[in-house]
């Protein structure tokens, strides 16, 4: 029998959402500092990542090095496939998710090869600047609407990774 919480409702049901019984310090953070945690152990992830990859990459070529990665991530959600099923994989659009996987894994071989090649300050500056790409194409592909303080914030961005790249010019 579920014990009742001050409001009324189960400690079992508290902790399925996330509430104060589930214990933790995880589920007492709001989701907003759950994100940025999220966020930066994301970028410590990748970017440990990048370094091993930069380290491996002289004895392995980065076509190896992109096969081992995409392994070990199969190796980090299969228990999830094999809990939830591949129903988690359905799709009405398989050629697009198709196009999106060659596209990514085209993407990784080309970041790699760099990460071999280039020094990891470089690559990382060049990195950054996805976002500004990606909104400079929702313009040009999407015809999506920007107004001007996106559009500074894209300068600025830019700006900001040829000072990383070129800090004499």
């Known amino acids: 029998m ?7 409702e189960s400690e079992a049901a508290a902790a399925r959402e996330g509430g104060p019984a589930a214990g933790g310090l995880w589920s007492g953070l709001a989701p907003v500092t ?44 299969l228990p999830l496939m094999l809990k939830t099923g591949f129903a988690m994989f359905h799709t009405q659009r398989l050629g697009l998710h198709g196009l999106r996987a060659a ?9 790699f090869s760099a990460l071999s090649i280039t020094p990891i300050a470089q690559v990382t500056a060049l990195a950054f600047t996805a976002p500004v790409f990606a909104a400079v194409l929702s313009v040009l592909l999407l015809r999506e609407r920007v107004h001007i303080r996106r559009w500074t914030a894209i300068l ?14």
């Open 103 to 111: 596209l990514n894994v085209m993407a990784m071989l080309c970041f």
């Open 34 to 77: 759950r994100g940025i945690l999220l966020m930066v152990a994301s970028t410590v992830g990748f970017a440990a990542m990048h370094v091993l990859v930069r380290h491996v990459s002289a004895e392995l070529h980065p076509f190896q090095i992109a096969f081992f990665r995409n392994a070990f991530g199969v190796v980090v959600f």
């Open 2 to 8: 579920d014990r009742q919480g001050p409001e009324g």
């Open 156 to 169: 600025l961005g830019f700006l900001g990774t040829l000072v990383i790249l070129r800090p004499g010019l």
